[in-house]
């Protein structure tokens, strides 16, 4: 009997050591924030390095085979190494390298990166930002629905964001224009009034085009939206309620010198090309002002395609840490 | 005879402990072929030299014998208080051994960062148990200057 509870207690120690001797790790293929609950701030390390931690918000991340790709704005981390400013999405050669297969940035408006675009790659300086200006293959569309879930990860972070002059947006942009992005809603960086909504206009496959003069502080001075539709969803509901109508009797859209008449034109998709396609029409924001979702998250969901085919798995969720930063 | 007799026991275990002896030398000869450097990777003391030049600090750094992880030769010591051991691995296979080896134990242990990385057959092992620096800038600065020997 003696015996027996000796090998009782014996094997629950064994089992409760083995339990504890193995620690968590997980690994980062690139610099990346600290999540706070270990201490906040930025890890620059950018080889292959392990942490006792996985990441705080995993929708700012790429995960391949386990490894985890930073693909995220660093600027409201308390990161003080170099900056890059880009505007909309764009391919991260960066990652691209790590992982041996394209991966795409789903930020919109104008952001940070470390990295500053390989002389190769099809990006345009223009206005302090760069923009990228070369084709997407299919699996940009693909993947959007998953990881353009990075702007509402950014949304509630207040920081400030790069001023960019949208007014020389280069024409080869395919991408949404606005006053809009990363962390717009805290006030932090662009202020002034409202950011305008817009919303899908009539059922096709098309490109809108829409030109809001005035700005705000932030120095985007001009909002053009360039948004692809591939498929016709349940949004067409909301086009014909007349809300493009003030749109139209907007004067300060006719006196821009990019402003077109807004046409309408169905048919197969068509690529962004600025000046041409329907115009898109601000609804009221308020219609969408509801937490954690702003105008530039809505247009996000109100556009991106409904049925664009298979993702890679489930879309990341957010973790109960993943506004680490924001109190600090 | 008598002396002979007593003289037998004598001789027997002088053998036996000049055997042990042996044996003992030669259980010591892998540990000092273990305790010298690799030919044709960078040595330990190039990668401290190294650092000491991009402004780092290594500090207490000796040879570990017997060399841990499957090395053939290694040194430990701190980098701006970060634990760091930097390795001389004879073969690729010894290579990828050792480095596995590491892997393994930060699985065991709570190590809050780690970084491994090799140049040639030459490691450089970096653990912050205590975070120490949690902006990890030290490590990367370490590997940007490990990653062009």
Redesign the interface.
């Known amino acids: 009997m003696r015996r027996l509870s000796a090998l009782a207690t014996g094997l629950v120690v064994w089992v409760v050591l083995s339990a504890t001797?193995?620690?968590k790790?997980v690994e980062y293929v690139s610099q990346h924030p600290?999540p706070h609950k270990?201490?906040g701030?930025?890890?620059?390390?950018?080889?292959?390095?392990?942490?006792?931690y996985g990441p705080a918000d995993p929708r700012m991340y790429r995960e391949n085979t386990g490894q985890y790709y930073f693909v995220g704005d660093p600027a409201p981390f308390d990161y003080d190494g170099p900056r890059y400013t880009y505007y909309g999405g764009h391919p991260i050669p960066e990652a691209e390298s790590r992982f041996g297969h394209p991966a795409y940035c789903y930020i919109q408006g104008p952001h940070y990166h470390w990295y500053q675009p390989p002389p190769q790659a099809q990006f345009q300086l223009s206005g302090g930002a760069y923009w990228y200006v070369g084709n997407y293959p299919p699996a940009y569309y693909d993947e959007r629905p998953r990881y353009a879930t990075i702007n509402e990860a950014y949304a509630p972070i207040p920081y400030a964001r790069p001023v960019v002059d949208v007014r020389v947006a280069p024409v080869g942009f395919r991408g949404e224009i606005s006053v809009g992005g990363p962390g717009w809603r805290a006030g932090a960086a662009v202020g002034g009034p409202p950011a305008p909504v817009y919303a899908p206009p009539s059922p096709a496959v098309q490109i809108g085009v829409g030109i809001n003069l005035g700005g705000g502080p932030s120095g985007v001075v001009e909002r053009r939206e360039i948004i692809e539709r591939r498929e016709i969803d349940d949004e067409r509901h909301h086009h014909d309620h007349g809300r493009h109508e003030g749109w139209r009797d907007e004067p300060r859209f006719r006196e821009h010198p990019r402003y077109e008449p807004p046409r309408h034109e169905p048919g197969p998709m068509q690529f962004a090309h600025p000046g041409r396609g329907p115009a898109r029409e601000p609804v009221a924001p308020s219609q969408f002002a509801h937490p954690g979702h702003g105008p530039v998250q809505d247009a996000i969901h109100r556009t991106a395609p409904q049925n664009q085919g298979p993702t890679r798995g489930p879309a990341p969720q957010g973790h109960d840490d993943h506004h680490q930063n924001r109190h600090r | 005879m008598k002396l002979s007799c007593s003289i037998l026991p004598t001789m027997l275990i002088a053998a036996a402990l000049s055997a042990c002896h042996k044996d003992k030398a030669a259980g010591e000869a892998p540990a000092a072929a273990a305790a010298s450097h690799v030919q044709g990777t960078p040595h330990t003391d190039e990668v401290l030299n190294a650092w000491r030049s991009a402004g780092l600090a290594p500090e207490g750094f000796g040879a570990e014998q017997p060399a841990p992880y499957s090395a053939a030769y290694c040194e430990h010591g701190k980098v701006h208080g970060v634990d760091t051991l930097v390795c001389e691995y004879a073969s690729d296979d010894a290579l990828a051994r050792g480095t596995q080896q590491v892997k393994d134990e930060w699985v065991r242990t709570d190590a809050h960062t780690g970084v491994i990385m090799h140049a040639k057959r030459t490691t450089m092992v970096t653990v912050d148990r205590e975070r120490r620096e949690p902006s990890g800038k030290t490590i990367s600065q370490m590997a940007k200057v490990f990653g062009k020997l």
Not at chain 1, 41 to 52: E, T
């Open positions: 001797a193995h620690a790790v600290v270990f201490g701030g930025f890890c620059y390390i950018d080889v292959p390095h392990v942490h006792n």
